[in-house]
């Protein structure tokens, strides 16, 4: 297996090493689940978040799975650091590596920022998500998600429906289930779901019947409300009745279809509070999910020392 | 060339005097468990159990323990997945009994130990081994051992064979050529030789 030092986006992993991060995710979930939910894997490593671009979510993920594998995490975010004093990314992310990092995660508002890291940065890089690029461990976290309750991915019907356009979110989820081989189709509003996306192999309807029919996962996917007023889409309101989530829409769906959704929700807006707290609904058991998968990144990124 | 150190008769033999101690030393089955370190303790783990189930007509459950999260050389190894550990038991106040297939530097050990007490604090632990091979690392020892073998630390591997796993029974030496292990390098399911 070729050992990727980084984990800069799913575009770059082979379905391998995809699934050894999914086939070990359930080890560290079984310790999330002890009254002692720590293990001294990583004791003694460094760990920096270096986030900049404002995230709670992601960021108390990483950190707690960091500090359940024993490590000593740093949070480095935008508000408080340099770069508003003027430094640069580079010279930000240098200073963190001269602290002792030896696993920097990186949230920047620029696509490819964590790839341009990676060419002077010696400590492993994670990115937590790049611009409108990719968000790889949401993506590997709803992959295991998926594989815990469908048990595979062939021939499974996704539908990843929503903001496509804006969202690393679905980029990383097309990359990621394609190499799975999972039969992936994006619904949307025709603003917000280029049709360029079908080169990634993938269907596109702008009909929510259409893209939910005999489906086994729905993946729904925050509405942008930055947008709103945009252009892109007339009101919220009309987006929900369109391309919202409703209990009555969900029985377009096989009826134990699973739903999805990265958080923060919108509720009433991309989905209906119905659907999001209902049977069908797995939007928790991600959350929890996210801390295993991100362990086994961290884990097995750690494993890789010099190429 | 390699060696036969045990064939399946005597590994049976081995199983069934370390079954009686362990019935022995304990004072019946009362309390006890077994824990088999991934993967060559397990199977040993679950034939001990059957043992003790046939002679004393206790069930005594056993768990399949894997160690990666524990161990201190993982670094060196090459990204593998990680076993996933089954403890169908709580470990707390139990008589605990560590199984694995061959006892060499006692590093897995003291990695089992550590993972043990991180799931609760057992009455006792105790060690059975299939094979002892000498040349510890650690102030550790075992209980119950099935045969004890004297080997060269760096020139030699052992390696145990199950029916479980799809071969004929039997525990081998073979010569260690090349890359011998390195100094300071514990046992493994990979290299336990």
Known sequence: MASVKHLLGIKELSAQEIMLYLNSAGSFKDILKRDIKKVPALRGRTVVNLFLEPSTRTRTSFELAAKRLSTDVINFSAPSSSILKGESLLDTALTVEALGADIIIIRHSSSGAPHMLSRHIKAHLINAGDGTNEHPTQALLDAFTIKEK??????????????????????????????????????????????????????????????????????????QLERQGKGFFPTTAEYFRQWGLSKKRLETAKPDAIVMHPGPMNRGIEIASAVADGDNSVILEQVTNGLAVRMAVMYHLDERKEQ | MTKQLLDSKEIDRSLTRISHEIIEKNKGAEGLC??????????????????????????????????????????????????????????????????????????????????????????????AVLVDRGHRELPIRADYAGKNIPTSRENERVEVLLEEDGHEDSVILTPVTGEGRSAGEPEGEVNNG
């Open chain 1, 150 to 223: 469908k048990g595979g991915f062939e021939g499974l019907k996704v539908a990843i429906v929503g903001d496509i356009i804006h969202s690393r979110v679905a980029k990383s989820n097309i990359y990621c289930l394609k190499k799975l081989g999972a039969d992936v189709r994006l619904v949307g509003p025709a603003t917000l779901l280029p049709e360029e996306f079908r080169e990634l192999g993938v269907s596109t309807t702008t009909s929510m019947d259409e893209g939910l029919e005999e489906a086994d996962v729905i993946m729904m996917l925050r509405l």
């Open chain 2, 34 to 127: 077994l824990i088999g370190i991934q993967r060559g303790g397990v199977h040993l783990a679950e034939r001990i159990a059957n043992k003790i189930k046939n002679t004393e007509g206790a069930d005594i459950p056993v768990g399949s323990l894997d160690i990666s999260f524990y161990r201190d050389d993982f670094r060196i190894r090459q990204p593998s997945v990680i076993g996933r550990t089954d403890m169908p038991f709580d470990v707390e106040g139990k008589k605990v009994v560590i199984v694995d297939d061959v006892f060499f530097t006692g590093r897995s050990i003291r990695a089992a130990l550590d993972a043990i007490m991180d799931m609760g604090r057992p009455a006792l632990v105790q060690l």
